[in-house]
């Protein structure tokens, strides 16, 4: 994505239909991707506040083992940090973080749009309105 995906080309000096249509345009084809995102996002936002109590999960299930094995709390969390399988769901719990990061900022670049359209024609009624 490059800038002026996120903010769109200013309008000419003189606006005229074609640049306000061409804002407009922008804006509605935001609203639709924004309304496509929507799910996504709604289960990013869960991924991202409920990372902890995931992490703290997947210890527990890490320390299952050794807890059944009788060792001690604390050993059966250092055996579990230390195994090939927390490792393994840490890897995988950090790659869905970071693209529900990623879902989010996507959205966030999606809004920006949107507002910038908005701002623009806001902008091209005020200097009509000054003619």
Not at 11 to 22: F, G
Not at 34 to 52: C, F, R
Not at 77 to 106: D, F, P, V, W
Request: net charge negative.
């Amino acid at each position: 994505m490059n800038i002026h995906d996120i903010i769109p080309q200013s309008p000419s000096d003189v606006a005229d239909w074609s640049d306000i249509a061409s804002l407009q345009k922008r804006m509605a084809d935001s609203v639709t991707a924004l309304a496509g995102l929507a799910g996504d996002v709604g289960l990013a936002k869960h991924v991202i506040e409920y990372d902890s109590d995931r992490r703290k999960r997947a210890l527990a299930r890490a320390m299952a083992a050794p807890l059944a094995g009788d060792s001690s709390v604390s050993k059966a969390e250092a055996e579990a940090r230390a195994s090939e399988s927390y490792s393994k769901e840490l890897i995988q719990l950090g790659k869905e973080h970071a693209a529900a990061a990623q879902t989010i900022q996507e959205w966030e670049a999606l809004k920006l749009v949107w507002e910038t359209c908005r701002s623009l024609i806001s902008m091209q009624k005020e200097s009509i309105r000054n003619l």
